[in-house]
């Protein structure tokens, strides 16, 4: 092995860690804490912790066998299998972000109908449609031997071995990722943006109250009121960090699988 085949495959391992570590953690605290298993995110989460973990532990070992053996790890049909593993919970994982951003922008924008709008049954609804939607595009690339071992990824994953139809492939690629992973994105951008225009509509309340008490306490210290405007700036600030936190972590993860693939 170079060494870039053991960076690579260092970093690997510590991404394995740090992923079931992680999502350990958001699964004990819904089974322990009743309030967020009453709250309807709780079944988004909980949907998207469950493919992290599995795609942790039944794709990446693999991806690891794959770097170190620079073979394909167990027979055909093994792979086959884990390749359609992939690509379902891969989807499954970037639906469920979505849905999470529609949940928090149906809160934070219809705060007195939410609770009609987002119940229970209606999270069901989502999820299934998650599922249904992620399993339909892996059973036909598994149907049509679209996944399969690569080489280049080191990993059972969807692609083409055969230049006959290459052109279907590609159709279907796009197709795919352009209903999954653009699909999301735009939802996110749409859900995050809505969310970020009332949290800067609360925030010039806040700030025009702020600016009015300011004005009434004539003997307040100047230190107290540079605090004041300090604290109107960074709660401006903190709602588009958050934000964008959030869709730079879906791009971060997700962008560069689809965009090799």
Same mark, same amino acid.
């Given at each position: 092995?170079?060494?870039?085949?053991?960076?690579?495959?260092?970093? !690997? !391992?510590?991404?394995?860690?740090?992923?079931?570590?992680?999502?350990?953690?958001?699964?004990?605290?819904?089974?322990?804490?009743?309030?967020?298993?009453?709250?309807?995110?709780?079944?988004?989460?909980?949907?998207?912790?469950?493919?992290?973990?599995?795609?942790?532990?039944?794709?990446?070992?693999?991806?690891?066998?794959? @770097?170190?053996?620079?073979?394909?790890?167990?027979?055909?049909?093994?792979?086959?299998?884990?390749?359609?593993?992939?690509?379902? @919970?891969?989807?499954?994982?970037?639906?469920?972000?979505?849905?999470?951003?529609?949940?928090?922008?149906?809160?934070?924008?219809?705060?007195?109908?939410?609770?009609?709008?987002?119940?229970?049954?209606?999270?069901?609804?989502?999820?299934?449609?998650?599922?249904?939607?992620?399993?339909?595009?892996?059973?036909?690339?598994?149907?049509?031997?679209?996944?399969?071992?690569?080489?280049?990824?080191?990993? %059972?994953?969807?692609?083409?071995?055969?230049?006959?139809?290459? $052109?279907?492939?590609?159709?279907?690629?796009?197709?795919?990722?352009?209903?999954?992973?653009?699909?999301?994105?735009?939802?996110? %951008?749409?859900?995050? *943006?809505?969310? *970020?225009? !009332?949290?800067?509509?609360?925030?010039?309340?806040?700030?025009?109250?702020?600016?009015?008490?300011?004005?009434?306490?004539?003997?307040?210290?100047?230190?107290?009121?540079?605090?004041?405007?300090?604290?109107?700036?960074?709660?401006?600030?903190?709602? $588009?960090?958050?934000?964008? $936190?959030?869709?730079?972590?879906?791009? @971060? %993860?997700?962008?560069?699988? !689809?965009?090799?693939?």
């Amino acid at each position: 092995m170079d060494t870039a085949e053991v960076i690579l495959s260092v970093l !690997v !391992v510590v991404i394995i860690i740090v992923s079931l570590l992680s999502n350990v953690l958001v699964l004990i605290c819904f089974l322990y804490n009743p309030e967020i298993r009453r709250q309807v995110p709780g079944l988004f989460n909980l949907n998207l912790t469950f493919c992290n973990l599995l795609l942790t532990v039944a794709n990446m070992p693999l991806t690891l066998v794959g @770097l170190l053996s620079r073979a394909q790890p167990g027979g055909d049909s093994f792979c086959q299998i884990a390749g359609f593993l992939e690509t379902f @919970l891969s989807t499954n994982s970037m639906l469920s972000m979505a849905a999470l951003s529609i949940d928090r922008w149906i809160a934070v924008v219809f705060p007195l109908r939410y609770h009609s709008r987002m119940r229970h049954k209606d999270a069901a609804l989502v999820l299934g449609y998650t599922w249904a939607h992620s399993m339909s595009f892996s059973t036909v690339a598994a149907c049509l031997s679209w996944v399969g071992y690569h080489r280049l990824y080191a990993s %059972c994953t969807m692609s083409n071995p055969r230049d006959s139809s290459r $052109t279907q492939f590609i159709v279907f690629t796009v197709f795919f990722h352009s209903f999954t992973f653009l699909l999301s994105f735009i939802v996110l %951008c749409f859900t995050y *943006l809505k969310v *970020l225009k !009332v949290a800067r509509f609360h925030c010039k309340r806040i700030d025009v109250i702020t600016m009015q008490t300011l004005v009434l306490l004539v003997d307040i210290h100047p230190s107290v009121r540079q605090r004041c405007l300090e604290e109107q700036k960074r709660r401006r600030q903190r709602a $588009t960090r958050k934000i964008s $936190t959030f869709i730079g972590t879906f791009m @971060l %993860c997700f962008a560069p699988y !689809v965009i090799t693939r």
